[in-house]
C-alpha cells in the first residue's frame, strides 16, 4: 500500500519523475549493506517512499520543493529552514500511525546535513541513521539524466556523491553506496519503471500485514494530504469518511464493512492527486477542457488502488462514487454499483452540499435533502440510501462534521 502511495503522491511531480519510489529503493538499498534488520530496512523504505509527502500536499511548497529537489540549494540558509519545515511536518502526519512512527522519526531530518558530525544532532535533538540514508538517497534519486544512458552517467554520479562524504552525508552511509553503486544493476534498478515489483521482490519479506485500524490509520493520513491540496474542500475526505460510516451503521452494516466503507471514503478522491491544484481552487466555472481533466479522477483513484492487494472491495467502492444508477455516470458508465459504492455516492453530495466553504456556508437540512431527493429522482443515487439519510439526517450530519472539525485540528 506504501508503494502504491508513493506512486501517487509521484503522480503530482512530473518534472521528478518517480522520486518517492526511487528513494524508497535507493535508500533500502544501502540499509541493506549498512546490515540494518529487516524491520530497520522496513522502516527506511517506508520513509522513502512516504519522506516528502509534507511537501507535496501542499501547492504553495511544490516550487520549493523542486528547486531543492534538482539542486543542491540547501546550504542557503532560509531555504534550508524551509525544507526542513516540510520534513518535521511529514514527521507529525505520520508519527501517531503507529507502523509508521520509526519512518516518522526518518522524515523528521531527512535534509539535516552530516557536516563533519555537526549533523550527528539537530537542534539538540539526536538524528537516527535512517534520516541520513534518507538524505544521500534524496540526493542520488535526482542524479540520472534523461540525455544519456545512465550507464553512461554512473562514474560522475558515483563521483558527486563521494564529493559530498562528511560534508552532506554520514561516512558509513556513503561507503556503503560507494559498494552498492559499483554495480550496474543498482542504477538499472532505481531507473526501471517496474520499482514497486522490484522493491517486493528485494525486500517485500518485510512486510507487515495492516489490519482494519492500521489501515484506517493510513488512509486516514491519505485523505488529509488528499485534502490540504485544495483549501475549497480542506477536509471532505474526512467527511465523507465518517458519513459513510454512518450510513453504513444505519444500514445494519457489520462493523468489518463499515469500516472498510470509511477507508474507501478517506480514499475515494485519491485521484485527483493527478489534477493541478489550481484547477480544483479555481474561482468561478471550469472550461470544458478544465472538466475533461477533473473527470479523470475516480479513473485514477482506480488506477492508484488496483495495485493494492487487499484493496480490490475498497477500489470498487471508492472509485464508483461519480457513477449513476441510470448509467450515466462516470468514468465507467455501469449500472452495476454495488451498495457500498452507492453509500460512498450518496456521502459525497451530502458531504459537498452540507460541509462549509469558504466562498459559502453548507446548506440547510432541507436544502440538502431537496438535492438529494433530485438526484434520486433523475437516477442519480440510490432512493433507499437518501431515505436513510432523512430519518437519521441530525445525527448524521453531527458525525461528518465534527470528523471535519477534528480533521482541521
Ligand atoms: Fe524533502
Ligand atoms: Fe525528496
Ligand atoms: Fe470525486
Redesign the pocket.
Known amino acids: 500500500m506504501v508503494l502504491c502511495l508513493a506512486r501517487a503522491i509521484d503522480f503530482l511531480h512530473p518534472a521528478v519523475s518517480e522520486h518517492h519510489l526511487r528513494v524508497a529503493y535507493a535508500a533500502s538499498c544501502v540499509a541493506e549493506e549498512l546490515g540494518l534488520s529487516g524491520v530497520q530496512i522496513e522502516d527506511v523504505l517506508i520513509a522513502g517512499a512516504l519522506h516528502d509527502l509534507a511537501a507535496v500536499s501542499s501547492p504553495a511548497w511544490a516550487g520549493l520543493l523542486e528547486e531543492a529537489l534538482t539542486q543542491d540549494l540547501l546550504s542557503r540558509t532560509q531555504i534550508a529552514q524551509e525544507v526542513h519545515r516540510h520534513g518535521m511536518q511529514g514527521y507529525l502526519m505520520l508519527r501517531d500511525c503507529v507502523p509508521f512512527a520509526q519512518a516518522a522519526h526518518a522524515i523528521r531530518f531527512h535534509h539535516v546535513d552530516w557536516d563533519f558530525g555537526r549533523g550527528s544532532e539537530f537542534g539538540g535533538i539526536p538524528v537516527p541513521l535512517s534520516s541520513h540514508i534518507l538524505r544521500l538517497a534524496d540526493r542520488v534519486a535526482v542524479l540520472p539524466g534523461d540525455s544519456a544512458n545512465v550507464l553512461a552517467q554512473v562514474a560522475d554520479m558515483r563521483a558527486a556523491v563521494a564529493a559530498g562524504r562528511d560534508r552532506l552525508f554520514h561516512p558509513d552511509v556513503a561507503d556503503a553506496f560507494d559498494v552498492i553503486s559499483h554495480k550496474e544493476s543498482f542504477w538499472l534498478d532505481l531507473t526501471s519503471r517496474h520499482k514497486e515489483r522490484i522493491l517486493m521482490r528485494r525486500f517485500g519479506g518485510a512486510t507487515v500485514p495492516l489490519d482494519l485500524e492500521g489501515l484506517r490509520a493510513l488512509s486516514r493520513i491519505f485523505g488529509k494530504i488528499i485534502d490540504y491540496r485544495s483549501s475549497f474542500t480542506a477536509t471532505h475526505s474526512s467527511g465523507v469518511a465518517a458519513a459513510s460510516e454512518g450510513l453504513a451503521t444505519y444500514l445494519g452494516l457489520a462493523p468489518q464493512q463499515r469500516g472498510m466503507i470509511g477507508v474507501a471514503g478517506y480514499l475515494?478522491?485519491i485521484g485527483?492527486l493527478a489534477v493541478p491544484p489550481a484547477l480544483l481552487d479555481k474561482p468561478g466555472r471550469l472550461t470544458a477542457q478544465e472538466m475533461f481533466v477533473i473527470k479523470q479522477?475516480?479513473y485514477y483513484t482506480h488506477q492508484i488502488l488496483s495495485a493494492v492487494p487487499g484493496l480490490e472491495q475498497v477500489n470498487i467502492w471508492a472509485s464508483l462514487?461519480?457513477e449513476r444508477l441510470d448509467g450515466t455516470g462516470y468514468p465507467f458508465r455501469t449500472r452495476d454499483i454495488p451498495l457500498g459504492a452507492r453509500i460512498i455516492a450518496v456521502a459525497?453530495v451530502f458531504t459537498a452540499i452540507s460541509e462549509d466553504r469558504p466562498y459559502r456556508r453548507g446548506m440547510t437540512r432541507a436544502e440538502c435533502l431537496a438535492i438529494l431527493d433530485k438526484q434520486v429522482c433523475d437516477g442519480a443515487l440510490d432512493g433507499d440510501i437518501v431515505s436513510i439519510l432523512r430519518r437519521e439526517f441530525d445525527e448524521i450530519q453531527q458525525i461528518r462534521n465534527l470528523s471535519q472539525q477534528i480533521a482541521i485540528a
Open positions: 475515494h478522491d485527483k479522477h475516480p462514487h461519480h459525497d
